[in-house]
């Protein structure tokens, strides 16, 4: 009834919302007789900020359209390669007429990038691949919105997440002969299963896995997404926070964990944080900032877009996770799409390098809890595991703004470099042979 409600409430105001921002239009024009008003400007301010906290909020789109290679602008080309019932696999081609640049980039490293599954949609990870798509050929998990996925797809658990990845990395591995594989948060559980698991078969693993600020072993430096975890039963979880998807929508029926569920977690764990920032907004408006209120629409148009999550995966990742610490505990068993259960064995991975990073400030993924990795993974040798502290940063500082592009991306970038043969010929002869030695100093960034 909770979703209904909520359904029912966002329709109704929907059109308060657009009237809000048609009166912030109307005062906000000097020509007309209410932008004549000595307070047009502080009331078109207001108008505009309750458009904003009234409005619905769509998925929003990668929007990357070129990409500079050292001066030379290459066209991006978005497209589906493959599409999944609960994701898509989704590729950024690099087109070019420029001859020597194109020599350039047909061998740079292919990349798949694990999106979390986790409220918001992969366009939270917009800078991330921007920076990514300079040097690499760039792949990325979109996931979908479970409310858009109809009920005969079936469901999705755990184990599906894991069978996904294991199948994206075989397309590339199928293209390339190898790939390396990035995951952000939510995803470093699943991706580490997916290559252990790989790795347990005798198949071919990824050349080197990147994990940042990630729950490997939650139990570490526990943050305040931990505690309520550990304090809350798994009867408390699916009998608070699932609701069925209401009439109107492709997956009517579904269980799920509502994405506004979801946002309001978001921002209870920050409220004060998110109210400065809506009154700042206002008194850019008011002053005519450009700048800053078309930073803060931006942040805000990703921010509030957020997707309905399955509720049988949900669930299963609060119990593996966050309460069983199963991964970390040897106790996790995943089921192969043809109905095998197989156990997760990090430490039957010895040819895949591995790099974890962590924020200094990280307030959702706490210290420790990624590096963990390395304590796990006992088949990689000590030359083939880097850690990274990124002094100063939070939980998105790792893989969004300024410190991701000046300080994370560049030992991202050189990491991956060290761990790719120099040629496609090259790579075949090494697919069975352990990647090429990283430096075993621990980097730490500079503030």
């Known amino acids: 009834m909770l979703y209904q409600f909520y359904e029912t409430q966002r329709s109704l105001m929907e059109p308060f919302a657009d009237l809000a921002q048609t009166a912030s239009k109307v005062f906000a024009n000097p020509k007309t007789l209410a932008g004549q008003n000595p307070f047009a400007q502080r009331i078109s301010a207001g108008y505009d900020l309750i458009h904003r906290l009234g409005k619905d909020y769509v998925k929003p789109e990668f929007g990357l359209r070129t990409i500079d290679v050292d001066g030379v602008e290459l066209a991006i080309h978005e497209r589906v390669e493959l599409n999944k019932p609960f994701c898509e ?7 070019t007429d420029d001859q020597a640049t194109l020599e350039k980039i047909k061998d740079q490293p292919a990349v798949l990038i694990v999106a979390p599954l986790s409220g918001h949609y992969a366009t939270l990870l917009r800078d991330t691949v921007k920076a ?14 479970a409310r858009m996925v109809p009920l005969s797809e079936g469901e999705f658990h755990l184990d599906d997440y894991v069978n996904y990845v294991q199948e994206f990395i075989r397309h590339l591995q199928g293209k390339y002969g190898n790939c390396h594989v990035m995951s952000v948060c939510q995803p470093t559980v699943p991706v580490l299963a997916a290559v252990s698991v790989m790795a347990s078969r005798g198949e071919l693993t990824p050349l080197s896995m990147t994990m940042m600020g990630g729950p490997i072993d939650a139990r570490k430096s526990p943050t305040g997404v931990n505690n309520l975890a550990v304090n809350k039963s798994h009867n408390w979880f699916e009998n608070n926070v699932i609701y069925r998807v209401p009439s109107g929508f492709p997956g009517t029926g579904r269980r799920v964990y509502p994405g506004f569920l979801q946002y309001t977690g978001f921002v209870a764990m920050n ?25 803060h629409r931006k942040f805000y148009n990703e921010y509030n877009a957020v997707l309905d999550m399955d509720a049988d995966y949900y669930l299963e990742t609060i119990r593996v996770v966050f309460q069983d610490f199963s991964l970390v505990n040897g106790t996790w068993h995943i089921r192969s799409e043809n109905g095998k259960l197989e156990h997760v064995r990090p430490q039957d991975i010895k040819t895949t390098a591995l790099l974890s990073v962590e924020g200094e400030l990280d307030d959702i993924s706490g210290s420790g809890q990624t590096q963990a990795v390395h304590d ?8 083939h595991k880097h850690h990274y502290e990124v002094k100063g940063a939070g939980h998105y500082g790792i893989f969004s703004g300024k410190r991701w592009r000046e300080m994370v991306y560049p030992q991202v970038k050189a990491f991956i470099l060290q761990n790719q043969p120099n040629s496609a010929k090259a790579l075949v002869k090494t697919t069975q042979v352990a990647p090429k030695k990283v430096a075993t100093k621990r980097i730490a960034a500079k503030k």
């Open 132 to 145: 990514m798509l300079r040097d690499h050929k760039v792949y990325i998990t979109d996931w979908k919105n």
């Open 89 to 95: 696999l989704r590729r950024f081609k690099r087109y």
């Open 376 to 383: 796990i993974c006992t088949g990689v040798s000590a030359a």
């Open 271 to 295: 409220p004060n944080n998110h109210a400065t920032s809506h009154y700042d907004y206002f008194k850019d408006l008011i002053k005519g900032d450009g700048a800053s209120t078309e930073a």
